[in-house]
């Protein structure tokens, strides 16, 4: 027996309703799954705009799902990032490539999450329908802990780095001391012959011998005191008058002021004494003094200023003030981290060095603009008690 027509239509009729409640059912499944999963899944017509957004953005911006439509999303872009993201996704909708790319997102309380979004193109996409499906994910955290891997990382690699130096500096410092103990040898010979010697310019040449004495044998506890702290870490303090440290740091570092063009001023506020390692503290000083040196080459003024003061908290402070370049803005205080360095001849170690040093005596150090251009660079000691 034949089917009429009508019969033939109607199981048409129900084999498309099933297919479709089938389809139906099947969109439910896919955003329930998307839903319970940390995606937030959206889609886009053919020209980019979202058409639709899961629940949860509401939950992250605490704006409304209409907010997200259109290109309302655009709004919660974080402004450095709106420019590169919004282009690469018209770049994606024109290509019709599939889309990759992470941004920070306007959250409820006016913080900035990272998200990750993933799109793709329907390759039977109806013109006036849904063309681009897509996801949402929060990979804030994800994101935050990847960099403090990746700096945990570079780390332990600068601190292998600063040990390796340390054993350098150690077997350095070694060597070092057996030439310098020959210099003063000579040095004290070539004095107990000049006795014997009669002529102009003695007196001269004897105090030039006398300052290659003081400087060898300076060198050689400097080297000592070095390779004590950083196989040690110790340090021996004692009282020490500050302003006779700053002027052996200042005859040191500047011989011959006039002859490097550079003007130095030292401004002693008050006698001030403190308990410090006289040897590691000129270290910082003469470190400090050298910077502002080379910061100031090729400037047209170049001043030195040495200021102490007495601080609070029973501190004295020490300020070295120069008129060179300046320290770039956005840079902070890395310069005192190991192995940071602005010049191009810079190890980065000089800073780092003097910060440990000022820590360990129980100082704090740090730097700000000068008033007239160039950098302050301040440290302070603990005052010596009568």
Not at 155 to 162: D, E, I, V, Y
Not at 188 to 211: I, Q, Y
Not at 320 to 340: C, H, K, M
Not at 351 to 357: E, F, P, Q
Request: aromatic residues 6%.
């Amino acid at each position: 027996m034949k089917r009429s027509r009508y019969e033939k239509w109607d199981t048409r009729d129900m084999e498309l309703e099933e297919a479709q409640e089938k389809l139906r059912r099947s969109e439910e499944l896919y955003r329930y799954v998307l839903q319970l999963s940390s995606l937030l899944p959206w889609t886009a017509d053919k020209n980019g705009r979202i058409l639709w957004a899961g629940s949860r953005w509401t939950t992250w911006t605490g704006g409304d799902i209409g907010t997200a439509l259109g290109e309302g999303w655009e709004d919660f872009i974080h402004p450095d990032d709106r420019e590169r993201i919004t282009s690469s996704w018209r770049q994606t909708v024109a290509t019709g490539n599939r889309f990759d790319g992470e941004w920070r997102v306007r959250t409820e309380d006016g913080t900035y999450r990272w998200m990750h979004a993933r799109a793709t193109k329907r390759a039977d996409a109806d013109d006036d329908g849904i063309v681009w499906y897509g996801t949402l994910e929060d990979v804030h955290d994800h994101k935050g802990a990847l960099d403090s891997y990746y700096r945990a990382q570079a780390t332990l690699a600068r601190f292998s780095r600063l040990s390796a130096m340390g054993a350098m500096a150690t077997a350095i410092g070694h060597d070092l001391n057996q030439p310098l103990t020959a210099i003063v040898h000579y040095v004290r010979g070539c004095k107990r012959l000049l006795a014997h010697v009669e002529g102009t310019g003695k007196r001269d040449l004897a105090d030039a011998l006398d300052d290659a004495d003081r400087s060898a044998v300076r060198a050689s506890d400097i080297v000592r005191r070095v390779r004590e702290f950083v196989t040690r870490g110790t340090i021996e303090t004692r009282r020490e008058n500050l302003e006779a440290l700053i002027d052996e740091a200042v005859r040191f570092v500047l011989a011959d002021p006039p002859a490097l063009g550079i003007v130095c001023e030292i401004k002693i506020e008050t006698a001030c004494s403190v308990m410090a390692d006289r040897v590691q503290i000129q270290q910082v000083l003469v470190n400090l003094m050298q910077n502002a040196v080379e910061a100031m080459q090729g400037q047209p003024r170049r001043k030195l200023i040495i200021r102490t003061a007495n601080g609070r908290d029973d501190v004295c402070q020490v300020s070295i003030e120069d008129t060179g370049q300046g320290i770039a803005p956005g840079i902070g205080n890395r310069v005192f981290d190991p192995l940071y360095t602005t010049r191009g001849n810079g190890m980065g170690v000089g800073l780092a060095i003097s910060r440990t040093i000022v820590e360990a005596h129980g100082g704090a150090i740090w730097h700000e603009p000068a008033p007239d251009g160039g950098t302050v660079v301040s440290f302070t000691l603990p005052r010596a008690r009568d």
